[in-house]
């Protein structure tokens, strides 16, 4: 196990709705990124943070939101949930810092996101 | 940046080595090569990675041509919990934006056969 953990599991929405997923980092890591994977394919990044900044961010609209807290942790907020959005969403850690190298990135379980 | 090839599918015999291939001809000389693995929609798991000399660790060697433009990852004794989906990813540069992500291709499905 990589130390990196999410929370919840499983979860169901509706199209509208909102949604928070969480995220611990590993111990010792200061940067946390998020990534979306489809049923099928490779995960695709979303944003990442450091040091409770965004720090990058692929093509994904403004309505995909995250935040960073002291403690490393992370939350990736979605609003106005479409159907596409079911997904299994991962989570990240690694040590590094803007515009340096960044170590090897470990990902979490997942969270596995449906929305009817 | 640089884009990852690799075979969309192999198969590969219960304790013989698996040998998996992975083209990446655009790679720039400060980019690396890393591999993940992700079994049955877990997330995924970091294996090796490697600039330009041969790694090895406990759980497999990377391969990287004299030229850099292909590696392959070897794990020396597949078992049937090796069955995944092997991912090849060539790094973004250190310093460049976008956060250093990882640009994720369609990998490998490596199924173990007993």
């Known amino acids: 196990e990589t130390g990196v953990t999410q929370s919840p599991t499983h979860l169901i929405k509706t199209r509208g709705q909102q949604v928070t997923l969480r995220c611990s980092s590993q111990s010792g890591h200061n940067t946390v990124s998020w990534y979306q994977q489809a049923l099928g394919q490779g995960p695709q990044f979303i944003f990442q943070?450091?040091?409770?900044?965004?720090?990058g961010r692929g093509n994904f609209p403004p309505r995909f939101s995250g935040l960073q807290f002291p403690n490393y942790s992370s939350e990736l907020n979605v609003n106005a949930l479409e159907l596409d959005d079911s997904a299994l969403y991962l989570c990240?850690?690694?040590?590094?810092?803007?515009?340096?190298?960044?170590?090897?990135?470990?990902f979490g379980p997942g969270t596995r996101l449906l929305v009817l | 940046d640089a884009k990852t090839t690799q075979p969309p599918s192999m198969d590969c015999a219960e304790g013989r080595a698996a040998n998996l291939p992975c083209n990446h001809s655009t790679i720039s000389g400060n980019e690396y090569v890393y591999w993940y693995r992700q079994i049955h929609s877990q997330g995924p798991q970091y294996i090796i990675h490697g600039l330009k000399n041969n790694e090895t660790n406990e759980m497999a060697s990377l391969i990287i041509t004299e030229d850099r433009k292909s590696s392959t990852l070897i794990l020396p004794h597949a078992t049937l919990r090796d069955t995944a989906v092997y991912y090849c990813?060539?790094?973004?540069?250190?310093?460049?934006?976008?956060?250093?992500?990882?640009?994720f291709g369609g990998g490998t499905r490596l199924m173990v056969k007993p």
């Open positions: 990813i060539v790094r973004v540069a250190p310093g460049r934006n976008a956060g250093n992500m990882l640009t």
């Open positions: 990240a850690s690694s040590l590094g810092g803007q515009g340096k190298f960044q170590e090897t990135q470990y």
């Open positions: 943070y450091y040091r409770e900044e965004e720090n």
